[in-house]
């Protein structure tokens, strides 16, 4: 065999065992209940239609019904088939929603609180990433919606920096962080170190949508390193 050829077998080898490590993974997560667009404060007379998701064991949205309710209908009236909150006068409420049918029972709840002013949740959230390899992967970012550009940026701070003996290192958002089966793929990681952001069209992607960001060798599908969105 040629030199060249035991070459390029050799780099090829180096590359696969650099993204080995504990690949095989449970799949399993916990279900997840969650409100997909919740307020601070809604203003009096104006009216809010919340939204939830349904996650199951494996992180995949399932379509189900759910059944929404207010702490105080004095204060908010929401239709319970569709979520429709009405703010009617001052003060403050738990706004509840429970899965039914043949899925496993979750109820998760919001306060609201009615005043003179619509204010929208925080439209950020953040994490810390951390490798689950023997490679360097580490670094804080921050998920946040700009609104007057339809989009989500996803910004990784100068604190980042990531191991350049990963190969076809990819980065995704997931609601499981053990696969990226159903996972949305951002991209292939290009910066190994320091700041650097990646811009979503917010038409893809929700701000609320997922619960991790995620990295992964993709060539040889194993996991490299996670960061929880809190």
């Given at each position: 065999?040629?030199?060249?050829?035991?070459?390029?077998?050799?780099?090829?080898?180096?590359?696969?065992?650099?993204?080995?490590?504990?690949?095989?993974?449970?799949?399993?997560?916990?279900?997840?209940?969650?409100?997909?667009?919740?307020?601070?404060?809604?203003?009096?007379?104006?009216?809010?239609?919340?939204?939830?998701?349904?996650?199951?064991?494996?992180?995949?949205?399932?379509?189900?019904?759910?059944?929404?309710?207010?702490?105080?209908?004095?204060?908010?009236?929401?239709?319970?088939?569709?979520?429709?909150?009405?703010?009617?006068?001052?003060?403050?409420?738990?706004?509840?929603?429970?899965?039914?049918?043949?899925?496993?029972n979750e109820i998760?709840?919001?306060?609201?609180?009615?005043?003179?002013?619509?204010?929208?949740?925080?439209?950020?959230?953040?994490?810390?990433?951390?490798?689950?390899?023997?490679?360097?992967?580490?670094?804080?970012?921050?998920?946040?919606?700009?609104?007057?550009?339809?989009?989500?940026?996803?910004?990784?701070?100068?604190?980042?920096?990531?191991?350049t003996s990963l190969?076809?290192?990819?980065?995704?958002?997931?609601?499981?962080?053990?696969?990226?089966?159903?996972?949305?793929?951002?991209?292939?990681?290009?910066?190994?170190?320091?700041?650097?952001?990646?811009?979503?069209?917010?038409?893809?992607?929700?701000?609320?949508?997922?619960?991790?960001?995620?990295?992964?060798?993709?060539?040889?599908?194993?996991?490299?390193?996670?960061?929880?969105?809190?």
């Open positions: 065999m040629k030199p060249t050829y035991i070459y390029i077998l050799q780099i090829i080898l180096v590359s696969f065992i650099s993204c080995v490590g504990e690949d095989i993974v449970e799949d399993r997560v916990d279900v997840v209940l969650r409100i997909d667009n919740p307020l601070t404060s809604l203003a009096m007379g104006e009216t809010h239609k919340f939204e939830a998701t349904y996650l199951n064991n494996i992180g995949q949205e399932e379509n189900v019904d759910f059944i929404w309710s207010s702490s105080d209908t004095n204060i908010v009236d929401i239709n319970t088939s569709t979520g429709l909150a009405t703010a009617l006068k001052e003060g403050t409420a738990i706004i509840s929603v429970t899965t039914i049918g043949n899925v496993e998760i709840q919001s306060t609201l609180q009615i005043t003179n002013e619509t204010i929208i949740d925080n439209p950020s959230r953040s994490g810390k990433i951390v490798t689950t390899s023997s490679y360097v992967l580490t670094g804080d970012f921050v998920l946040e919606a700009i609104s007057d550009q339809n989009l989500i940026r996803l910004s990784i701070s100068d604190n980042y920096n990531a191991s190969p076809g290192l990819y980065i995704y958002l997931t609601n499981n962080p053990n696969t990226t089966n159903g996972a949305f793929e951002i991209g292939p990681v290009q910066v190994f170190n320091g700041s650097h952001s990646y811009d979503i069209s917010a038409d893809e992607v929700q701000l609320n949508q997922y619960s991790h960001v995620l990295y992964f060798c993709k060539p040889f599908n194993v996991k490299v390193g996670e960061g929880e969105i809190n």
